[in-house]
């Protein structure tokens, strides 16, 4: 019998797994290992400081050490390194972005990440600069797709690769059994097909479809991760990615005319240099009504946990609650309150 099958393999699923693979667990993850999930397809992004009122995310200064010696750790067993610490620069669009700035900076000490003012004048022939900007550091990128390839390679003996039909799942008070291998926990990471999980579907999802577009701009070399209406994030050989937008009504993955448009007329407003379009991908994200992960054990059933809906924070926010979650199995240590699946 193995210890644990964990359904679904983006940000979530991998960190559940980390944890398990060093407590010595044995465990299974099925996925269907397409990467056109909302884990590969995201930013890859722990940005410290968020939101119109240039506030310091939630807890970020245990986040950041957490998932940056996960992430380290993670890839030292790998033997790939695919965490990057950047900083950010927050580019001002207009004078009103500015005036809000100033007000904020006034009236109240600001995060201890705002902690430089780029120089523009290193950026103007790329960079539309004219209102200033604010740095923030340290950020991490965080390449979610090297990371899930070199995790499944790595764990090949332990992947099934396909997609879980939820009726052949036969749920025992002390056994899982699927396909002929028993279990004896299961942890649903499934993201967005959740909704379909009849142990899960109780949780109030909201879902939102992310676009992103990966270009190359050959005569622009930047080290930085740039927010000015879009984001642009260097992956490499003058390659950026750029994103994202955020709708509730399209929830396929396919691209749409509407974002290329939305993300396009933002790089014409960014860059004042041309770029070439590679790539245009999309997929939905697993976010909750009340914008909040769910994390825990099922409300009946003993050997059946859940974590997800980590929305647009997951790279910052799965190593924690995957810790937590494990520690809860193992140990019986409590969940945070505002997680816990009970509250719906």
């Not at 044995?26 to 410290?48: E, Q, R, V, W």
């Not at 909201?206 to 930085?224: D, R, S, T, W, Y």
């Not at 926010?317 to 193992?330: R, S």
């Amino acid at each position: 019998m193995v210890d644990f099958l964990i359904v679904g393999g983006g940000i979530a699923g991998i960190n559940v797994a980390w944890q398990l693979h060093q407590r010595g667990s044995g465990f299974h993850l099925i996925d269907t290992c397409k990467y056109n999930s909302a884990t590969s397809i995201a930013a890859g992004l722990i940005n410290p400081v968020t939101g119109r009122k240039f506030s310091t995310q939630w807890n970020i200064d245990e986040l950041i050490p957490l998932a940056e010696k996960t992430y380290t750790e993670i890839g030292h067993f790998l033997h790939t390194d695919f965490l990057f610490k950047k900083s950010i620069f927050k580019i001002h669009k207009n004078e009103s972005v500015v005036e809000d700035w100033l007000k904020i900076k006034s009236a109240q000490p600001v995060s201890a990440y705002i902690n430089h003012f780029p120089d523009s004048t290193s950026y103007a022939k790329y960079l539309d600069f004219r209102f200033g900007a604010i740095g923030v550091y340290p950020a991490f990128h965080l390449n979610m797709v090297l990371m899930q390839q070199q995790f499944y390679a790595a764990f090949s003996n332990c992947i099934l690769q396909e997609q879980l039909v939820y009726d052949t799942l036969k749920i025992e008070p002390h056994a899982i059994y699927y396909k002929g291998n028993s279990y004896r926990n299961i942890i649903f990471c499934d993201g967005v097909a959740a909704q379909k999980n009849p142990w899960f579907n109780f949780i109030s999802f909201k879902p939102a479809k992310g676009e992103c577009l990966i270009i190359e701009v050959p005569n622009m070399q930047l080290h930085e991760i740039i927010m000015k209406g879009v984001i642009l994030v260097p992956i490499g050989q003058n390659t950026y990615w750029v994103g994202a937008t955020n709708t509730w009504n399209d929830l396929t993955n396919e691209p749409t005319q509407a974002a290329f448009e939305e993300l396009d007329n933002g790089l014409k407003a960014l860059l004042k240099i041309p770029y070439h379009v590679v790539a245009h991908k999309a997929a939905v994200r697993p976010t909750i009504k009340d914008r909040t992960p769910v994390v825990g054990r099922h409300p009946e059933i003993e050997n059946m946990f859940t974590l997800n809906g980590l929305g647009t924070k997951g790279t910052s926010l799965a190593p924690y609650y995957a810790k937590q979650l494990v520690e809860h199995i193992f140990n019986g240590t409590s969940i945070n309150q505002e997680v816990r699946v009970n509250r719906f």
